[in-house]
């Protein structure tokens, strides 16, 4: 059977770059986004098993509803990759309360959201793998990032909570720190000379594929992943 496996904010950027290795390598990838026509656009192309789903990682009632529906549809859910993230830059007193509300509700509590969701049949079949992508952001404050770095560092200690609640079981939980790729994340903050220095995605989703790969008494609870200086 093809394992189960979910990426949020898989329309684009590393989540669309997961979502084509996980796909390529024989997994049926569940597609989230806030957008379907944007989802069905990142996958073009691409041969292998998927399903995609419209759902705002903010609202914690669609998140319980599009995983119940994943479970009854596809069955255990073998992997999360809450990938789902935004980030608004400049001073600290410059972000406005709906920036920061904004990165405060998808990356923190869209992370926690989707994870509680998952997390009972998880426990149920003692087995499974959550993956955050945490980004370097939450190992080290950024001047003109403050507020993201924040979110960040919510992310990092959720996941770490995580790593410590379920040491017993047979579930794997990692964090991913990569530096800055050139995705549409940067498309209002960084001009093209800026940009040609970042990572590309698809060779940070390599990395992560390689490390994450399940092998039996080997759990890897952090990857970091630098820009070249």
């Known amino acids: 059977m093809k394992p189960i496996m ?13 979502a084509h290795i996980y796909m390529s390598n024989g997994a049926h990838v569940c597609l989230l986004g806030r957008s379907e026509d944007k989802l069905l656009r990142a996958i073009e192309g691409v041969k292998g098993s998927y399903s995609v789903y ?8 669609e998140v319980h509803h599009v995983i119940c529906t994943i479970e009854k549809e596809h069955g ?15 001073e600290a007193e410059a972000i406005s309360p709906e920036a920061t ?13 989707i994870t509680q969701a998952v997390l009972p049949q998880m426990k149920k079949e003692n087995k ?23 979110s960040k560092y919510a ?21 991913i720190y990569m530096g800055g790729m050139d995705t549409p994340f940067w498309d209002n903050s960084f001009g093209q000379e ?12 390599e990395i992560i594929y390689a490390n994450l ?3 039996p008494q080997l759990s890897v609870e952090e990857v970091l992943i630098k820009n070249k200086k």
């Open 6 to 18: 979910i990426i949020t904010g898989a329309g684009s950027g590393l989540g669309a770059a997961l």
């Open 54 to 61: 419209e759902v705002d990682v903010r609202n914690f009632d």
């Open 76 to 90: 255990t859910i073998d992997m999360l990759i809450n990938n789902a993230g935004v980030g608004f830059f400049g």
């Open 101 to 113: 509300s904004q990165m405060l509700d998808t990356n923190v509590k869209g992370t926690i959201y």
């Open 128 to 150: 499974g793998t959550i993956v955050n992508i945490i980004s370097t952001a939450g190992r080290q404050g950024k001047a003109n990032e403050s507020v993201y770095c924040a």
């Open 155 to 175: 992310v990092r200690g959720f996941t770490e909570s995580l790593q410590e609640e379920l040491k017993e079981t047979s579930i794997r939980i990692s964090g």
């Open 194 to 205: 800026q940009r040609a220095k970042m990572m590309r995605p698809h060779d940070v989703a």
């Open 213 to 215: 790969e399940e092998r």
